[in-house]
């Protein structure tokens, strides 16, 4: 697995590319608690799209970061271009209304930077109660 980090003055953007299995999920749990404190709030982006395997360590490291930033006054974790199947698993295990949804990293950067805040990208669903469609 690895893990880029962009540090913008508004947040911290992490994409995660690869796979994220439990020895990912260790380094990229580190990760996050060493960017933490890189953005007001904070606000911390994850771009996992292009991550080619993951199991539950992936919501694990959200879960947690998740948890932490409700703590936070002002923290916001952002989640874009999920995929079909990660938004189904937010759901399912209900942290999809503790993040916001995004379908580009470069639409956030620009948003947060002139202080817009647009509204979250609700999930769609579609034929039935498993399969969820993201419109971007």
């Known amino acids: 697995m690895s893990i880029e980090t962009i540090r913008h003055q508004q947040c911290t953007v992490m994409r995660a590319t690869g796979e994220l299995d439990h020895a990912g999920r260790v380094r990229f749990s580190a990760h996050v608690n060493t960017v933490w404190d890189w953005s007001p709030g904070p606000v911390l982006v994850f771009d996992l799209a292009d991550l080619v395997f993951y199991d539950s ?3 694990g490291v959200l879960a947690t970061a998740i948890q ?3 703590a936070e006054p002002g923290g916001r974790i952002i989640v874009v271009r999920p995929s079909d199947h990660l938004l189904s698993v937010l759901r399912l295990t209900g942290l999809l209304p503790h993040v916001e949804l995004r379908g580009s990293v470069e639409e956030t950067v620009a948003e947060l930077t002139v202080g817009a805040v647009p509204p979250p990208v609700p999930p769609t669903w579609s034929g ?3 399969d969820v469609a993201y419109n971007p």
């Open 128 to 130: 039935g109660t498993s």
């Open 57 to 59: 360590s992936a919501i």
């Open 68 to 70: 932490r930033m409700e």
